[in-house]
């Protein structure tokens, strides 16, 4: 059996608070020794700057291979040809490529209206230089029309170029190994690695998932709401649940794992160290 890859992924901060505060936590999930970090990017270019820098910082501080996301909606292809020269130039070989949501009042779409778009225009512009990484929704992307749509959307990133996925976070196992088996189905073996989203505090999960068509789990929601603001309680059972999510994705199968760390350190690495992800 192969080994499983894990990784983390950050957001660019804001403050010089902020900066310090990532610097830390990266620090002590390199310890970790993931496979990589990426880091999260705006539409538009509304962070690009940010998370260069923070690409940069991050690889250079961790030593760990770390991946920024590109999103190409609302952005021309010199823009977007400017940006993987810099990324290049820069020591970065990893991508996470994405189509992003365009900018609040901007109304040019730009050139680049899916991501497959963008991952044939990086392989086109750096061959091989970059391993690209894809978004994919076992549980549907929440502005698809369907599932066989979305699916061929999928497909299409594959086939453009891209080496893996990462999918959405979710709370069901089966929804995560239907899509893959249908993937498997239509000739796609490329990775798909979960993605892991802890759980500490409920208000902000239940907000993320309205937002992205994640689905919680109606026992799962009654049960954290059952909590209140009874934080410790909603940490510990969202420490159970995603420590026992993960070890059945990685018994039954899953290359690995990609956790959302929301820039903190224990509630990932908690559930690491719960999996020992160093016998993996």
């Known amino acids: 059996m192969s080994k499983k890859s894990f990784s983390f992924e950050f957001f660019p901060p804001k403050t010089d608070k902020g900066i310090e505060k990532l610097k830390t936590v990266s620090q002590e999930l390199a310890e970790l020794n993931p496979e990589f970090f990426s880091v999260t990017y705006g539409a538009g270019g509304s962070t690009q700057n940010c998370t260069l820098d923070t690409v940069i910082d991050m690889q250079k501080n ?18 977007i040809r400017d940006i993987l020269t810099t990324y290049k130039n820069s020591g970065v070989k990893r991508i996470v490529a994405l189509r992003g949501d365009l900018p609040s009042g901007m109304q040019d779409i730009g050139e680049f209206h899916y991501a497959n778009e ?3 225009f990086i392989r086109q512009e750096t061959g091989d230089h970059f391993h690209i990484e894809v978004a994919a929704y076992p549980e549907m992307h929440p502005q698809a029309t369907n599932f066989d749509t979305d699916l ?71 049960r954290l709401e059952g909590y209140g603001d009874d934080l410790e309680s909603i940490q510990k059972l969202g420490q159970d649940v995603v420590t026992e999510l993960c070890t059945k994705l990685i018994e039954q199968g899953a290359p690995g794992l990609h956790f959302y760390s929301m820039n903190r350190t224990d509630p990932s690495r908690t559930i690491c160290q719960a999996l ?3 016998s993996l």
Request: proline share 5%.
């Open 62 to 79: 961790s030593g760990i291979e770390t991946a920024p996301h590109l999103s190409c909606i609302g952005s021309s292809e010199t823009q």
């Open 152 to 222: 061929q959307h999928f497909v299409g990133k594959i086939k453009a170029g891209a080496n893996s996925a990462i999918t959405q976070y979710f709370y069901n196992n089966d929804a995560y190994f239907r899509f893959v088996d249908n993937c498997a189905a239509l000739g796609i073996d490329a990775p798909i690695i979960p993605g892991i989203m802890p759980i500490t505090n409920f208000t902000q999960l239940a907000r993320f998932s309205d937002a992205t068509g994640a689905e919680i789990p109606r026992w799962l929601r009654k």
């Open 118 to 120: 963008l991952v044939a």
């Open 276 to 278: 020992d992800l160093s």
